[in-house]
Each structure stands twice: as structure tokens, then as C-alpha cells.
């Protein structure tokens, strides 16, 4: 029977179940608001399309979180030989996240009514900023919550002398997660300078903080899977952080184009954003070389998938899809349309949201002593919330492509109905590969959820056919990976070149065959090369299946010795 090694692991399950029960919710009202889209008449003046939307981009920054901090504290013991310090501070953390999201909740209501609560010159109630806007009271809330983590996590970690790289990747994280808070806790009042500092917090959180936080987190839930040379991973993990903060710091520039910053920041901000991806590729590279090192079968797959979605996912929509829209002549079309929401969708959830996904699926079969699993469900639910986004992205980068023509090179009306119908079509199929999105989620939620409360009988392995009868399946070597890599490279530079096409003559003169046709060829090749990769990297791992069953999880102790090791 499975056993954890350290007891307060069990702090971490709380997290993952407020984790996937926000996650629920926020697809719920992405859902809504997908609808809305189609139909705008829709709950009219009782959840208005603002409020929904706001709801929805809280909902899965939060949610986002209670699944990092999960998985912190899941691996914290593990990767520092020791019980977590301070665990009723951890209860209490967990008590404050629940406060901050009723709360989030609560002050749309506000907002709406334009309530803010002023006093001392600071908005306490609420402060009306995208991401940031449930007001001085909670934001006060939150900078304790993420000093109390910085804390745990500091106090947890052996002497600094003793840090191997992924210490020092999550050490900085938490610390960084606190610092960069900061810059939201203060009022401005001139507009241009307040998004400035907004995008401080904004752009410094998730292309700096939750960076870093992630590329250690996947690199230790590596060296746990695959029993992968720490060594090895560290140094993937340290040369990840570097660059991320190389490019990610100034490539923060690409924010500030147009809200009354400096022209210089164009230059810089385009320089240093088309450097971001480097790091996205290096970790991208890395999870191909750690799953491949030992050729063992794969223990437990949904976590793997999640794990293996969470890096490609991160690499087209952050890394390819980030690239194609953050140099100036490019982000003036594509800023502000629907353009942003694809690459925002695919980053965001597939980045982040996946990691906390497959954390839950590694963690909660140990928590809950349920080493039998049948990985079917999970496996499902991984295609089902993989190809439903890919799907999500799709109608909003061919939607956006038309948005910008109509609207921002033809300039026709877009509260008078001209764009609206040209965009119809796309605006449908949101809410279709909603559906197909939701589905997934709800089979992974119920499959997390009732672990250990379900009869589980994982079904026997078959024996794989051999490679040369079913070439798919087959060893997928590193030359290959790096083929379909450098497809996804060029179909993302087939849609650079779209967007950038919307600056000549022509095309501003009323002909937007070049753009649309690029944009044809480019967003449906990146997604579909994309799917066909991932089925094809799970293909060549589920081959390896012909060896005996083993245990669906690793025993903790094992773990916990090749960690030391």
C-alpha cells in the first residue's frame, strides 16, 4: 500500500480540491460568455458580458494558484527531507485563498454599481484594473498569503549551502510572487502610469514569477516520474530560469506600446519579446530527453499528459503564438482583438493550468491511497480539454484575423453591426469546442474528485506491436521531435508574416486576401501539427506498455531516496 513519507503532504489536498472546483466554475462562465458572444441579448442585464468575463479571468488566475501552491506543498517535503514548517499557517493560507475568491466574486457587483470604497486615497472595495480588481482590502490579504508561502517554503528548504537548482528555482519564485505584488498595492492617478506599474505585476507574475515557478515544478515532478538525474534536470532548470529572466524582464516592454510610454520601448520591446520563446524551447527540449532516458513504461499517464500538454501548449501559445503578436508592427493590429485571447488561452491554461492538473493526478492517487487507478477516464479527459482548446484558439485567431481587417483596416462600425456578422461564424464555434472543452473538464474533476472512493481496477497491460508494424508508435527519436518542432516554428512564422501583412498598401487599400490566406494556412497548420505531435510523443511512450504492470504511482520512499540521491 502506498504510503507518504511526510505527513503534512496532506496540507496539499485542500489546494487541489479548491483547485479543481474553481476550475469548474470559471468554465462555467467561459461558457456563458462564449454564448453571449453569439447571441449578446443573452442574461442580459442580470450577468452582463463584462461581469461574466471579469469572473471568468479571476477565476482562473485563482485557481491557477491554489494549484501551484498545491503542488509546492506537495514536493516541498520531498525535495527538502523534511515536514513542512509552520503547517497552521498553511490552514490559514488556505482559509484566506477562499475569503479572496468570495471576494473576487463579491466586487463585480461593486463595480458595477461604481462602488470603490475610497479612503485615504486608495480604492479599498474595488479598483476597476483587469486582473487586479478586487480593491486595497483584498490585495492586503493576498501580499500576507504570499509572504506566508515565501515563509513556508524558505523555512521548509534546507541551508542555502545545501540548495541544488530547483531549490533555488522555487526559492526565488515564492520570493519574487511576494515582491512583485507589491507594485499593485498603490493607487496612481494618471492612467498611462498606472498601466504601467499594472503591467508590472501582470506581465512580472506570469512571464517572470509563474515562469520560473513552473519550469522548476515540471523538472522535479520529472525527476519523481522518470527517475531522471537531478543533476541533469537542474541544469535544465537553471539555464530555463536564466533566460526567462533575460528576456522576460525587458520583453515586459512590449506592454507598454501604446499607453503613452516612451517610442523607444517599440524597439526593446520587440527585441527582447522575440527572445522569450528561448527558454519555452529549452524546456520543451528537456521534457523530450527526461522521458526518453529509460524507456520504462510509463507509470502513470494522465499526469504525464498533463505534464507533457502543460510544456508543448506553453511553447505554441506563449512561445510561438506570444512571438507572432509582440513586435510593434504586428501588436498594433493584434492587440486588443481576438487575436490576444487565442495565444491568451493556450498559454494561460495549457502553460499553468495543466501543470496544476497534472500535479493533482500525481499527488492525489498517493494522498488518497488509491495506487490501482484506472487511467482511462484521466487519459480521456487530456484529449478532450487538449483538442477543445486547440479548438478555443483556433475560432478566436481566425475570428481575430477578420476582426482586424473589418475593424481596425476598414474601420466599419462595430457597435453598428457591420463586424458582427462577419464574424459569426467563428463566434459559433467558441461555444461548440466549448462544449468539448467542458466535457473534459468535467471527466477530470469527477475522476480527481472520487479517487479513492471508486472501485479501481486499471485493466491489463496488452503487449504493444512492434514498431515496424505501426511506425506511429514507434521510438520517437530526437531528430523527429526536432522536425516537428521546427514545423511548428514555421507555421508560426507563416502567421507573423499574415499579421505583418496588414501594413501594406494593398491590403490597407481594401484586399485582404494575403492576410486571410496566411492566416488560413498558418493557425490551422500550428494547431493541427501541434495535436498530431503530442498524439505521436504519448504513442511512442504507450508502446512501451508491453512490459509487466507496475504500480500506477512510485512509492513515496522511493521518491524521496532517489531525490537524496
Same mark, same amino acid.
Given at each position: 500500500?502506498?504510503?507518504?513519507? #511526510?505527513r503534512?503532504? /496532506?496540507?496539499?489536498?485542500?489546494?487541489?480540491?479548491?483547485?479543481?472546483v474553481?476550475?469548474?466554475? !470559471?468554465?462555467g462562465f467561459g461558457?456563458?460568455?462564449?454564448?453571449?458572444h453569439?447571441?449578446?441579448?443573452?442574461?442580459?442585464?442580470?450577468?452582463?458580458?463584462?461581469?461574466?468575463?471579469a469572473?471568468h479571468?479571476?477565476?482562473?488566475?485563482?485557481?491557477?494558484?491554489?494549484?501551484?501552491?498545491g503542488?509546492?506543498?506537495?514536493?516541498?517535503p520531498?525535495?527538502s527531507?523534511?515536514?513542512l514548517?509552520?503547517? %497552521?499557517?498553511?490552514?490559514?493560507l488556505?482559509y484566506?485563498?477562499?475569503? +479572496?475568491?468570495?471576494?473576487?466574486?463579491?466586487t463585480?457587483?461593486?463595480?458595477?454599481?461604481?462602488?470603490?470604497?475610497w479612503? &485615504?486615497?486608495q480604492p479599498?472595495?474595488?479598483e476597476?484594473?483587469?486582473?487586479?480588481e478586487?480593491?486595497?482590502?483584498a490585495?492586503?490579504v493576498?501580499?500576507?498569503g504570499?509572504?506566508? &508561502?515565501? #515563509?513556508?517554503?524558505?523555512?521548509?528548504?534546507p541551508?542555502? /549551502?545545501?540548495?541544488?537548482?530547483?531549490h533555488?528555482?522555487?526559492?526565488l519564485?515564492?520570493?519574487?510572487?511576494?515582491l @512583485?505584488?507589491?507594485f499593485?498595492?498603490?493607487?496612481?492617478?494618471?492612467l498611462?502610469?498606472?498601466?504601467?506599474?499594472?503591467?508590472?505585476?501582470?506581465?512580472?507574475?506570469v512571464?517572470?514569477?509563474?515562469?520560473?515557478? $513552473?519550469?522548476?515544478?515540471?523538472?522535479?515532478l520529472l525527476?519523481l516520474?522518470?527517475? =531522471?538525474?537531478?543533476?541533469a @534536470?537542474?541544469?535544465?532548470?537553471?539555464?530555463?530560469? =536564466?533566460?526567462?529572466?533575460?528576456?522576460?524582464?525587458?520583453?515586459?516592454?512590449?506592454?507598454?506600446?501604446?499607453?503613452?510610454?516612451?517610442?523607444?520601448?517599440?524597439f526593446w520591446?520587440?527585441?527582447f519579446?522575440?527572445?522569450?520563446?528561448?527558454?519555452?524551447?529549452?524546456?520543451f527540449? $528537456?521534457?523530450?530527453?527526461d522521458?526518453?532516458?529509460?524507456?520504462?513504461?510509463?507509470?502513470?499517464?494522465?499526469?504525464?499528459?498533463?505534464?507533457l500538454?502543460s510544456?508543448?501548449?506553453?511553447?505554441v501559445?506563449?512561445g510561438?503564438?506570444?512571438?507572432?503578436?509582440?513586435?510593434?508592427l504586428?501588436?498594433?493590429?493584434?492587440?486588443?482583438?481576438?487575436?490576444?485571447?487565442?495565444?491568451? $488561452?493556450?498559454a494561460?491554461f *495549457?502553460?499553468?493550468?495543466?501543470?496544476?492538473?497534472?500535479?493533482?493526478?500525481?499527488?492525489?492517487?498517493?494522498? /488518497?491511497k488509491?495506487a490501482?487507478?484506472? !487511467? /482511462?477516464?484521466?487519459?480521456l =479527459?487530456?484529449?478532450?480539454v487538449?483538442?477543445?482548446?486547440?479548438?478555443?484558439?483556433?475560432?478566436?485567431?481566425?475570428?481575430?484575423? @477578420?476582426?482586424?481587417?473589418?475593424?481596425?483596416?476598414? *474601420?466599419?462600425d462595430w457597435?453598428?453591426?457591420?463586424v458582427?456578422?462577419?464574424m459569426q461564424?467563428?463566434?459559433?464555434?467558441?461555444?461548440?469546442?466549448?462544449?468539448?472543452?467542458? +466535457?473534459g473538464?468535467?471527466?477530470?474533476v469527477f475522476?480527481?474528485?472520487?479517487?479513492g472512493?471508486?472501485? $479501481?481496477?486499471?485493466?491489463?497491460?496488452?503487449?504493444?506491436?512492434?514498431?515496424?508494424a505501426?511506425? %506511429?508508435?514507434?521510438?520517437?527519436?530526437g531528430?523527429?521531435?526536432?522536425?516537428?518542432?521546427m514545423g511548428?516554428?514555421?507555421?508560426?512564422? +507563416?502567421i507573423?508574416? *499574415?499579421?505583418?501583412?496588414?501594413n501594406?498598401?494593398?491590403?490597407?487599400?481594401?484586399?485582404?486576401?494575403l492576410?486571410?490566406l496566411?492566416?488560413?494556412?498558418?493557425y490551422?497548420?500550428?494547431?493541427?501539427?501541434?495535436?498530431?505531435?503530442?498524439w505521436r510523443?504519448?504513442?511512442?511512450?504507450?508502446?512501451?506498455?508491453?512490459?509487466?504492470?507496475? =504500480?500506477a504511482v512510485?512509492?513515496?520512499?522511493?521518491?524521496a531516496?532517489h +531525490?537524496?540521491?
Amino acid at each position: 500500500m502506498i504510503q507518504i513519507e #511526510y505527513r503534512t503532504q /496532506r496540507l496539499s489536498r485542500p489546494f487541489f480540491v479548491l483547485m479543481l472546483v474553481l476550475f469548474l466554475f !470559471q468554465v462555467g462562465f467561459g461558457l456563458l460568455i462564449a454564448a453571449q458572444h453569439v447571441d449578446p441579448r443573452l442574461l442580459s442585464g442580470v450577468l452582463n458580458f463584462n461581469i461574466l468575463r471579469a469572473e471568468h479571468t479571476n477565476l482562473g488566475i485563482l485557481w491557477i494558484l491554489s494549484g501551484f501552491i498545491g503542488t509546492i506543498l506537495f514536493v516541498g517535503p520531498l525535495l527538502s527531507r523534511r515536514e513542512l514548517a509552520a503547517p %497552521w499557517l498553511i490552514r490559514i493560507l488556505f482559509y484566506a485563498l477562499i475569503a +479572496v475568491t468570495l471576494w473576487n466574486v463579491a466586487t463585480q457587483a461593486l463595480a458595477a454599481e461604481g462602488v470603490a470604497g475610497w479612503w &485615504l486615497g486608495q480604492p479599498w472595495l474595488q479598483e476597476g484594473l483587469e486582473y487586479l480588481e478586487a480593491g486595497r482590502a483584498a490585495d492586503v490579504v493576498i501580499l500576507i498569503g504570499f509572504a506566508v &508561502l515565501c #515563509y513556508v517554503v524558505l523555512r521548509t528548504f534546507p541551508a542555502i /549551502r545545501d540548495w541544488n537548482e530547483i531549490h533555488w528555482g522555487l526559492g526565488l519564485g515564492v520570493t519574487a510572487l511576494t515582491l @512583485v505584488w507589491v507594485f499593485g498595492m498603490f493607487f496612481v492617478e494618471r492612467l498611462d502610469v498606472q498601466e504601467y506599474f499594472r503591467w508590472y505585476v501582470v506581465h512580472y507574475w506570469v512571464e517572470g514569477v509563474w515562469e520560473v515557478i $513552473h519550469i522548476s515544478l515540471v523538472g522535479f515532478l520529472l525527476v519523481l516520474m522518470f527517475k =531522471a538525474d537531478v543533476k541533469a @534536470v537542474g541544469y535544465a532548470v537553471f539555464w530555463g530560469v =536564466a533566460m526567462v529572466w533575460l528576456s522576460g524582464l525587458i520583453g515586459n516592454a512590449h506592454h507598454y506600446f501604446w499607453v503613452g510610454t516612451p517610442e523607444f520601448w517599440q524597439f526593446w520591446g520587440s527585441l527582447f519579446s522575440a527572445l522569450e520563446p528561448l527558454p519555452l524551447v529549452f524546456c520543451f527540449w $528537456h521534457i523530450y530527453l527526461d522521458a526518453h532516458q529509460d524507456r520504462k513504461p510509463l507509470e502513470n499517464a494522465p499526469a504525464f499528459y498533463f505534464i507533457l500538454g502543460s510544456v508543448v501548449l506553453e511553447q505554441v501559445g506563449a512561445g510561438i503564438l506570444g512571438f507572432t503578436m509582440t513586435f510593434a508592427l504586428t501588436n498594433v493590429w493584434s492587440h486588443g482583438t481576438w487575436v490576444t485571447p487565442s495565444h491568451a $488561452h493556450l498559454a494561460l491554461f *495549457g502553460t499553468f493550468g495543466m501543470l496544476g492538473i497534472a500535479a493533482a493526478y500525481y499527488a492525489l492517487p498517493i494522498l /488518497r491511497k488509491a495506487a490501482g487507478f484506472d !487511467q /482511462r477516464l484521466g487519459k480521456l =479527459a487530456f484529449w478532450l480539454v487538449f483538442t477543445g482548446m486547440l479548438g478555443i484558439a483556433f475560432g478566436f485567431a481566425i475570428g481575430g484575423t @477578420v476582426q482586424v481587417f473589418q475593424y481596425r483596416t476598414l *474601420g466599419l462600425d462595430w457597435f453598428g453591426g457591420d463586424v458582427f456578422p462577419a464574424m459569426q461564424f467563428y463566434k459559433a464555434l467558441i461555444p461548440l469546442f466549448g462544449l468539448v472543452f467542458t +466535457v473534459g473538464a468535467g471527466l477530470l474533476v469527477f475522476d480527481l474528485l472520487t479517487l479513492g472512493l471508486r472501485a $479501481h481496477r486499471a485493466p491489463a497491460l496488452q503487449p504493444a506491436r512492434p514498431a515496424t508494424a505501426m511506425r %506511429w508508435a514507434g521510438t520517437l527519436h530526437g531528430f523527429e521531435a526536432g522536425l516537428w518542432l521546427m514545423g511548428m516554428w514555421i507555421f508560426g512564422a +507563416v502567421i507573423t508574416l *499574415g499579421l505583418l501583412s496588414f501594413n501594406l498598401p494593398t491590403v490597407q487599400a481594401g484586399d485582404p486576401t494575403l492576410p486571410y490566406l496566411l492566416a488560413g494556412l498558418g493557425y490551422p497548420g500550428l494547431l493541427l501539427i501541434t495535436l498530431l505531435f503530442v498524439w505521436r510523443f504519448l504513442r511512442s511512450l504507450d508502446a512501451r506498455q508491453h512490459s509487466p504492470a507496475r =504500480a500506477a504511482v512510485p512509492e513515496a520512499a522511493t521518491q524521496a531516496a532517489h +531525490v537524496a540521491a
